[in-house]
């Protein structure tokens, strides 16, 4: 933990706790706690406008530290390693047991276009790797150096969000969707936008932003679709002024040094307690929400825990690199050569 940094760790831990409760309650009434009126869902919804932004704006900001370095064949590698070898494997994992598990929501996946068209939660993940090789290309082409061709290729990438793509194969949908964000924590990182901008006023402009959301739930402000002007601005504005207020809580590092685990896992978790609860007659809205919120944190990370003891599922759940024998916990005691 001393040699990552912090602050964005603790927005991570945030933006894994945001997501974790947008699955419990669900996307609509037709699945997670299937809730249709109220405050849940209320708050999810209307939470939509900084949950997934502020998840593809880390990711932005990360990439600037090791940005493309001019080598196509390593950069993809590895991002395909990382990323998308633990969708392939963890994603249809993931749609065998929701097809084949009585009381979970969904399951009726084209087996022929699985991955094709994403599966579930799943979509972010391709997306991202799209993503990647984008701005491999536009790297590549010197478009992302300055400032003035920057702002150019950032206005394409608002005019395609505006756009209303809707192409689910491969996650275009999703790589529109999410593009604007990420460029714009790479500009942050990239061009010292934080050093601009003083931390007061970090804090002021993602306060605001909540409580603009918070005047919509109480019906103020009327609430437009994630792809509207609206939410672009209240994404870009939440994210930006959040990592300039540079706010440090060691349990939400602690999380967010997880986020990716926890994106991939979360969803076994968090659906495992619900249908136990109400197999155990356990209605309680609030008890199964904060019961499986728990489960969907920290689940995946005691998982990883398990899973960082043999390269393979280092390798091919987690998407990590592979390392020495002696490294892993349980390949180091068990199956080390005498």
């Not at 900084?50 to 990439?63: A, N």
């Not at 909540?210 to 601005?233: K, P, T």
Request: proline share 3%; aromatic share 14%.
């Amino acid at each position: 933990m001393n040699k990552r940094n912090i602050k964005v760790d603790t927005l991570r831990g945030l933006a894994c706790i945001l997501l974790v409760a947008f699955h419990v309650i669900g996307s609509d009434a037709s699945n997670g706690l299937r809730v249709d009126t109220g405050w849940y869902r209320e708050i999810n919804d209307t939470f939509a406008y900084i949950r997934m932004p502020l998840f593809t704006f880390i990711s932005g900001v990360v990439y600037a530290y090791r940005p493309f370095n001019g080598d196509f064949g390593r950069f993809l590698s590895g991002k395909f390693k990382r990323v998308l070898v633990p969708m392939l494997t963890l994603g249809t994992l993931f749609a065998i047991v929701q097809s084949a598990t009585p009381g979970t929501n969904g399951g009726d996946f084209n087996w022929k276009l699985l991955h094709i068209i994403p599966v579930a939660h799943f979509w972010f993940v391709e997306a991202i790797f799209i993503i990647f090789a984008i701005v491999s290309v536009l790297e590549y082409l010197r478009l992302l150096s300055k400032p003035v061709t920057f702002f150019l290729v950032f206005l394409a990438a608002a005019a395609v969000f505006l756009s209303h793509v809707t192409i689910s194969y491969f996650s275009l949908q999703g790589v529109a969707y999410l593009m604007p964000y990420f460029l714009t924590g790479l500009a942050v990182q990239r061009f010292g936008i934080l050093s601009k901008i003083p931390p007061l006023m970090g804090g002021a402009m993602a306060l605001a932003v909540v409580l603009y959301l918070v005047s919509i739930m109480l019906g103020y402000f009327e609430l437009e679709g994630r792809l509207s002007l609206q939410a672009l601005i209240c994404g870009m504005v939440f994210c930006v002024g959040a990592l300039t207020l540079g706010a440090e809580n060691t349990a939400l590092a602690r999380i967010g040094y997880f986020s990716f685990t926890i994106y991939l896992l979360h969803v076994f978790f968090t659906s495992a307690v619900r249908i136990l609860m109400h197999k155990l007659g356990i209605y309680n809205l609030d008890l199964v929400f904060l019961l499986a919120l728990f489960a969907g944190v920290f689940g995946p990370i005691i998982a990883e825990l398990v899973l960082d003891g043999t390269n393979v599922t280092r390798q091919y759940l987690l998407g990590k690199r592979k390392v020495e024998q002696q490294q892993l916990w349980f390949s180091s005691r068990f199956l080390s050569k005498s």
